[in-house]
């Protein structure tokens, strides 16, 4: 059995991290209160799931797992993208950030409204081993919010061939066996069971 501690602090990204990797033969360790949230100074998603994993690796002393994700809308130049926690503001809610993303794309027609959620994983190792796996959801942003599953963009996140589903009209197990951060753990899964 693989055990990794765990990098984020959201715990609807470590719900869906917890689903999949269960599955994969992996087990996680809560990430220990004590530890400050990490600033996400890096430029890309990449940078910032490394720099997580390095700190949780630096104050346990275990390997460490982080996830990072963006919301790349091609309308908006590839915006909200590594800012999608803060688009709307540093403390923005998650219906602070749809409601944002709603209004910027009010004008914008439903043949130009296509994006897709991007998920780096990283791994890191006390030897200071570091690996990345990436994994991609093609969708498209609808004009309102529809459907109570999931979390953050996921009400207005319509995926491509699910017959214009959001989302949250997934079930969770609809999510994980298809979502960006599914098809990453997924992808690590591989790596690991490569290497080992
Ligand atoms: P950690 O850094 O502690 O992991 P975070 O919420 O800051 O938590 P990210 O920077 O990776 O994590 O996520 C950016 C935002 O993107 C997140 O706050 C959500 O609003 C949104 N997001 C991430 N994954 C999503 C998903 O699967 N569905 C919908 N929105 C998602």
Redesign the pocket.
Known sequence: MTTFVL????P??SL?MRAVLSELGVELLERPDDVP??D?TEAT?EG??LL?ARTLVAATGRAAI??????FVDALEGR?G?F??R?AGEHAS?DD?VAQLLGELEAVPQESRAAR?R?VIAVVYPSGEELCVEGVLEGRIATGRRGAN?????PV?EVLGTGGRT?AELTPEE?NAL???GRALRALAQVLAASS
Not at 7 to 10: E, Y
Request: glycine share 8%.
């Open positions: 990098a984020t602090a959201n609807h990204k869906e949230e990490v996400e998603l910032n799931a997580k982080a996830d990072d994700t963006g919301l909200p590594v999608s926690a688009y998650y950030n959620f998920t999931g979390f953050g963009y996921d996140f989302l999510k979502s960006h951060r």
